[in-house]
């Protein structure tokens, strides 16, 4: 069982910048290939960024790669979503989540791939 707790999110304007942080608990997190997720209103769940079990390898969705950066700490059990340029359109609610299985092609895009989702953080950003 992995318990997540996202933090950092609040109010910004437009151009300026916000860390996430996700805290991990238990001692499998190196275990745990992460991605961070985000829903705006009224929209669905869409991916944002995943990064697997070693921290080797990033995924970003394309709307977000230039301006996003992934990273995570094993020691700490944490996982970081580094925000830049933030845009109005980036008000949402952003996740957290764990996958067991390691990503396979694109799996890291799906939600149904991930077996552990924190609460959440929202993120507003105002023009």
């Known amino acids: 069982q992995v318990q997540l707790v996202e933090s950092g999110g609040g109010l910004e304007q437009a151009g300026g910048s916000l860390r996430l942080s996700c805290a991990a608990s238990?001692?499998?997190?190196?275990?745990?290939?992460m991605g961070w997720f985000r829903q705006a209103p009224g929209k669905e769940r869409e991916f944002v960024a995943a990064?697997?079990?070693?921290?080797?390898?990033?995924y970003y969705a394309d709307s977000m790669k230039d301006r996003f950066t992934i990273s995570r700490d094993n020691a700490k059990n944490t996982v970081y979503l580094q925000m830049n340029s933030l845009k109005p359109e980036d008000t949402a609610v952003y996740y957290c989540?764990?996958?067991?299985?390691?990503?396979?092609?694109?799996?890291?895009?799906?939600?149904?791939?991930?077996?552990?989702w924190g609460q959440g953080t929202r993120v507003t950003v105002s023009s």
């Open positions: 990064i697997t079990r070693s921290g080797y390898t990033r």
């Open positions: 238990g001692r499998t997190f190196s275990s745990h290939a």
């Open positions: 989540a764990a996958a067991v299985k390691a990503f396979e092609s694109d799996s890291y895009h799906y939600t149904h791939e991930y077996d552990y």
